[in-house]
């Protein structure tokens, strides 16, 4: 990673009076988390997350999509926050003890980004630690042992089903969730985004709203991406060591 540039985004997020940062799988990889775009490991080599991940899915073969979930959901639980998710929650204390604002969107459905402290963290594809029933809608959080039954029975409703509360392809965002994340990425001065591929709509537009309302936008993952071409400055190399690099690079907060 040129240090040159580090520098240059460590002297804009430091004068910076509101700062949005969008992250992805990427953020969470070194946590062993795996990516989308990584291969799937072991028993879900043969699948692919963008035909799993999706309404018909789970119309269709409903027990292995909700044991793919139950699977990913039991790998979250074991995984722990990384140093990239601890410098989040650091750079949104350090702005809010300024009085300045930091809003959080992840596309991520581990919820990560919480247990490493971030308080303002919005969840743009929901959460794969809640589960909600198929009739009424009513939410649960699943006890942290795996799953004995697929699909899991609702017990809200005779006969319906629990899915995972997470936003699959071709379903609507939580829209008062992205009206959050679009305003904040209208208003902010620096949007980070980072360790994602940036091809996920309409998440994947969030920086180019920024971007067209002024904002100094930044790149931190460990290749190229979809918005790479256009972004004011990339930050090349994992999260998990240029986000606290960063931080430090700030200076005294
Ligand atoms: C919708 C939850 C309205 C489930 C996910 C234009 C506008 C609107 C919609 C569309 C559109 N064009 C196409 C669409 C449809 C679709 C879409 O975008 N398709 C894509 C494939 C083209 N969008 C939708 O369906 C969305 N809904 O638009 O509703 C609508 C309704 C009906 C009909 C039409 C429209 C809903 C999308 C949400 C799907 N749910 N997740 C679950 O988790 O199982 S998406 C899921 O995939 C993630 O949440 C994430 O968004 C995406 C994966 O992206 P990344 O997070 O970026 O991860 P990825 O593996 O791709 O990349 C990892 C990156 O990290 C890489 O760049 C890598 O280099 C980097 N990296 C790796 N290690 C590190 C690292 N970086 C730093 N450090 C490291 N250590």
Known sequence: MDAGTLHLVAERLAKARRVVAITGAGVSAESGIRTFRDTMDGL???FD?????TPEAFERDPATVTR????RRLGCLAADPN???LALARLEARLADAGLGFVLATQNVDRLHQRAGSRRVLELHGSIMEWRCTATGRKLVPDPS???RFPPPSPFAEGALLRPDVVWFGELLPMEVFAAAERASRACDVFLSVGTSSVVFPAA????TAAAHGAYTVEINREETAASVW???ALRGPSGEVLPRLLAAMGPG
């Open 83 to 85: 140093p990239g998710h």
């Open 49 to 53: 997350p963008q035909r799993l991940a």
């Open 146 to 148: 795996p799953m004995t």
């Open 44 to 46: 879900w080599k043969e």
């Open 205 to 208: 537009g969030l920086i180019r």
């Open 231 to 233: 972004v004011d400055a």
């Open 68 to 71: 793919w979930y139950d699977h």
